[in-house]
């Protein structure tokens, strides 16, 4: 089974701080990568699939890029609302789905 | 306006059953392929189980494979699991999660329910 693994595990940012996060997928998988935000107490929400292209209504600071092995998730000005932890999730074998351990985001 | 709501989760005993719904409004339900995530208290999200529109292609994580089982009722806009042999590792939050894409399973979720608790304990 491919394995995903995201780094780092948590990371504290000042606000409007470049912040990036990294994917690895264990195998390659092509660019079927996607990225949801789960704040606190809160519903995951879809931010980026396809392992770019931004989900309706997502503000433009989000961007993901990669393909094959290695992804990540930029916020390009952090924001207080960007408080979350932030997954990954592969679904090159749908409807067997792998989502990565995730990664903390606060604000320093 | 997509809606999705859990319901049926609750305490239950070591090896016992539960079934867990999702009643679903707000799209065209039986256009769509439909799952269940689920997020153990304090953990990350894990990917359960998955069906198409025609329940044709069904998928499970190897956690749960054997001891539990997803429907859907498209007459009615429901999706099920029915879990059974319940373990205290399967205490969780159960969400229902809708696929982005029609008729096959992309595996991409764009709306989430609330969720549904489960704990299993003795």
């Known amino acids: 089974d491919i394995q995903m693994t995201q780094s780092p595990s948590s990371l504290s940012a000042s606000v409007g701080d470049r912040v990036t996060i990294t994917c690895r997928a264990s195998?390659?998988?092509?660019?079927?990568l996607a990225w949801y935000q789960q704040k606190p107490g809160k519903v995951p929400k879809l931010l980026i699939y396809a392992a770019s292209t931004l989900q309706s209504g997502v503000p433009s600071r989000f961007s993901g890029s990669g393909s094959g092995t290695d992804f990540t998730l930029t916020i390009s000005s952090l924001q207080p609302e960007d408080v979350a932890t932030y997954y990954c999730q592969k679904y090159n074998s749908a409807p067997r789905i792998t989502f990565g351990p995730g990664t903390k985001v606060d604000i320093k | 306006e997509v809606q999705l709501v859990e319901s049926g989760g609750g305490l239950v005993q070591p090896g016992r059953s539960l079934r867990l719904s999702c009643a679903a409004s707000g799209f065209t339900f039986d256009d769509y392929a439909m799952h269940w995530v689920r997020q153990a208290p304090g953990k990350g999200l894990e990917w359960v189980s998955g069906i198409s529109w025609n329940s044709g292609s069904i998928g499970y994580a190897d956690s749960v494979k054997g001891r539990f089982t997803i429907s859907r009722d498209n007459a009615k806009n429901s999706l099920y699991l029915q879990m059974n042999s319940l373990r205290a590792e399967d205490t969780a939050l159960y969400y229902c999660?809708?696929?982005?894409?029609?008729?096959?399973?992309?595996?991409?979720?764009?709306?989430w329910g609330q969720g549904t608790l489960v704990t299993v304990s003795s």
């Open positions: 999660a809708k696929d982005m894409e029609s008729v096959v399973i992309s595996g991409v979720f764009d709306y």
């Open positions: 195998q390659g998988i092509s660019n079927y």
